[in-house]
Structures are given as C-alpha cells and as structure tokens.
C-alpha cells in the first residue's frame, strides 16, 4: 500500500523528502498569516478590543496542550491518516468513519472556498498594481491550475516554494512591526495584555477567529510517510508550527495596536478595517510597502491553498488505502510520488464549485469564501476535540511509557477548551458569516449532517462490506510506540 511502502519502493510516496523546517514551512502556509493579519486581526480589534492580541495567545497555548496529546499518538501510529486513524483506534471504527468523512469535507472546504478570497485579492491588487481588469472568477481558476501543478510535483518542490512564500510575508509583516516600533508608534506600551481588556465579553467572541487562524498546523502527521525520522520531526515541527503563529498573530497584532495609539486603535479598526495595515505600512514605512503588500497578500493566499490541496490528497490516499474510497485515489505517480489520482479529483471539485458560483452571480468573498469555509472551521474544531479524547481512550487500553501529562491531562484540558472555542463560535457564528437566519442554520448543520451521514457509511459498510471495516485503522502499528523516544519540541 502507499503508504507503508519501504524506503526503497518506487510506487509509494516519496520516502525521508522532508524534515522539521519542511513541515513548518507547509503547515504555517496553510495559515496564511500575512492575509490573517492584514484581512482578519483588524476585525478582531474593532470586535475584541486592544486585549485581541491576548486571544491568539490564548489559542497558541490551548493548541500546544492540544498538540501534547497528538503528537505522543503519532509516534504510536504508523499510518498518514491523522485526525482518521487517531479516532478509529481510540474512539473505535465507526468513529474512525465517521471521521474520515468530516476530514475530507472540512479540509475540502477550507480549501475551496480559499479561492474565493484569492479572486478577490488577486482582482483587486493586479487592477490597482498593474491595471489588468479580469473577474475574480479567471483569477480563481488560474490558481486551482497553479494549485494543481504543484501538488503534481514532488513534496519537496512544493516544501521549497512555500519556503519561499511564507519568508517573503512573514518579512514583510515584522519589518512593519519593527518600524512602528522603532518609530515609537502613537506611544508604545502593554494595555492590550491588562486584565481589564482580557476579561470582557467582546473577547469570547472574537476567539473562534483566533482559533481559525491556526487551521493547518495539525498536518504535520499527514506527511508522516515523506518524513525523515517521524517520531521526532513530527513533535518538534507540530510545536514549532503553533509557537511561531502564536507569537507572530500576538505580536504583530499589538505592534497595529501601537501603530494607532490604544485609544484610537479600535476607532482606526472601524473606521476602516480594511485598509488598517495599509494606512500604518503608508505612515511607518511608504507606500511602495503597500504595494508590496498588496502583491505578498496574493501569494500568501496561493500559499495556503497549494499546503490545503496536498493535505486533501494525502488524507484521500489514506482512506482509499484502507478500502473507504475508490482504490484509484491511492495511486502515486511513479516520477513524482504524488497522488496524483487524488490530485485531479480535488482540483476537478474545486473547478466545478468555482464555476458554479460565478455563473450563480455569487459574491466570492460573503458567499464563496464565509458558506464554504466555516462548515470547514467547525469540522476541524470537533476532530481536534474526538482526537484529544482518543488519545485518553487509546491510552487507557495498553500499558506505555508515556506520562499522565501526555496521555490523560493535557488532552482532556485542550478537549474541554476546544470544546469552549466550538460552542462560541455556534453561538457567535454571525460574526464569522456577517449574515444571519437560514444560511447560519444550513451552515451550523452542515457538519452534524456530515456525521449522521459518516454513521451510515459507517453501518453499511458494517453490515454489507464487514471486511472493508474491520479493515478500518488495522495497518496502524499501535503496538510501536511503547519505548518512546525522546522529543525536542
């Protein structure tokens, strides 16, 4: 099978291609940071406060005693389906389908509607940079050709442009910080971290933002199998993926805070959330900065969307390799090692949905971007909260090495918190829309009907196919982590 082929085969995918900065550089470009910042943080200010820096903290440290748990597991199971694999084996095969399911509609939809936002971004900057008047829609399906193309070629490839791509706008967004900074902004100081900004109300519902702007960091296991030493680059890379986020969003959203002054920064955020950082970057640095910006923020966003895509084909792979999907979707290409099968499948859905928004008329960004993107956040939330209570599950059935810390007291604390960022995100979801009424309730919905549909699939295949699903999770080698190894995160 793929996945488990020897270093030494010719039709798995490529064996030892990455390392720990490999990953990091993939996972931290599914985030997107520049576009988070520059499109997100401002809305996050003018909903939460100046105190918005303290919930991407909140989130970072919530997601690290999240990754505790989730990174023993990986070095317990040797199988690329992740969030999959964790829940069949802890929470049992009927769990494991019903995950697989989720997976693949809740990373197919974070990718696709990403299009959306590169239409617009891509529109907007190629008409005011370069004065080139094309639709959103012709930028879009260029993209998904550009996607396609690089997730054909070999990880590393891919690993080496988003290299590229993730430096270029993570410079560009300290240079910023630095030279408000340096320049003394509108008077630097820390209200934003002061308990009288951290305790209110308006933080609760700004925190699903925060925890949607790590969406992607849990990949780092997907390309178990394309990994030099697994079970010590995948922790290391897991935590270095948060710790780099969390610290880039909280600083960078406290230097725009600093750039404005903390009275006047909420007012800045209102007035025009939009063009927030680009009237700081005009004021602290030029406006050739803006337009480099401008240009970085499109690329940030094709960034995103290459890390997605190859994530969908390799969690594709994974469960076509046990039998769930049409065994065509595990085939790797002999030159590249890449599911390519998986590739033209994903990249064929992702066209079809673009299209059939633009002949709708449909705005990309309220519409294509907001209705196909948060039934994704909401199905990564409830697979990081089943994978945390699997990990405790998993545990309590073998005896291991592991502590009491990684296997029972850092998940249920990161099940429980995430659990917290679910339901404020249900109860606040007209902030993430910008809509209400039947389109909250069809997108509340979309992932509960996801699962009811998973427990179907997951009966059927119980009573008529019992091969296929005792065959759920049963290449997972459970039984390889009991001596661990030491972990550098």
């Known amino acids: 099978m793929p996945t488990t082929e020897s270093p030494g085969s010719a039709t798995g995918l490529k064996r030892d291609a990455l390392g720990s900065r490999d990953l990091v550089f993939i996972v931290v470009s599914a985030a997107a940071p520049l576009m988070v910042m520059v499109g997100v943080a401002p809305l996050a200010i003018m909903i939460g406060g100046i105190g918005a820096p303290a919930a991407y903290v909140f989130a970072g440290i919530t997601l690290a005693i999240f990754a505790v748990g989730f990174t023993t597991m990986s070095r317990h199971i040797d199988n690329v389906g992740a969030f999959y694999s964790y829940i069949a084996v802890g929470l049992g095969r009927t769990a494991g389908v019903i995950a697989a399911l989720v997976a693949l509609v809740s990373y197919n939809a974070l990718q696709i509607g990403v299009y959306g936002l590169f239409g617009v971004a891509a529109e907007s900057t190629f008409a005011d940079v370069l004065h080139i008047d094309l639709p959103w829609w012709a930028y879009a399906v260029g993209a998904i050709a550009v996607v396609w193309f690089v997730g054909f070629r070999s990880v590393d490839f891919g690993a080496k ?15 910023l910080a630095v030279a408000i900074l340096v320049q003394g902004g509108a008077g630097i100081g820390f209200d934003s971290f002061a308990p009288a900004h951290l305790f209110v109300r308006p933080m609760t519902v700004i925190l699903p933002t925060a925890f949607a702007a790590f969406m992607g960091f849990e990949a780092t296991v997907i390309y178990r199998s394309e990994t030099r030493d697994p079970r010590r680059t995948i922790p290391r890379a897991t935590y270095a993926a948060v710790a780099i986020l969390a610290l880039t969003y909280a600083f960078i959203v406290w230097a725009i805070i600093q750039a404005f002054g903390a009275e006047n920064a909420v007012g800045a955020a209102t007035k025009d959330s939009v063009g927030m950082f680009f009237t700081a970057s005009d004021h602290y640095v030029g406006t050739w900065f803006s337009t480099v910006m401008h240009l970085l923020i499109v690329t940030s966003v094709l960034a995103s969307l290459v890390a997605f895509h190859n994530a969908v084909t390799r969690y594709s792979l994974a469960i076509a390799d046990e039998g769930l999907l049409p065994p065509a979707l595990a085939k790797v290409h002999p030159k590249t090692r890449a599911p390519y099968v998986a590739g033209l499948v994903q990249t064929a859905l992702a066209l079809v949905i673009v299209v059939g928004f633009a002949l709708a008329k449909a705005d990309p960004y309220s519409q294509l971007l907001i209705w196909v993107n948060t039934p994704g956040i909401f199905g990564i939330l409830l697979l990081q909260v089943a994978a945390a209570l699997s990990v405790v599950v998993y545990f309590r059935r073998r ?14 604390i990161s099940a429980a918190l995430m659990t917290i960022a679910t339901v404020l995100a249900a109860r606040n979801i007209s902030f993430l829309t910008g809509t209400t009424g039947t389109v909250n309730a069809v997108l509340l919905w979309t992932i509960p009907a996801t699962c009811l549909l998973g427990l179907g699939w997951a009966t059927w295949l119980r009573l008529r196919h019992p091969a296929i699903f005792n065959a759920v999770a049963a290449t997972c080698d459970t039984d390889s982590g009991d001596a661990a190894v030491a972990v550098v995160a």
């Open 399 to 412: 005896r291991t090495t592991e502590g009491i810390w990684r296997t029972v007291i850092a998940p249920v």
């Open 161 to 175: 442009l988003l290299a590229v791509l993730l430096t270029a706008e993570t410079a560009l967004l300290l240079v």
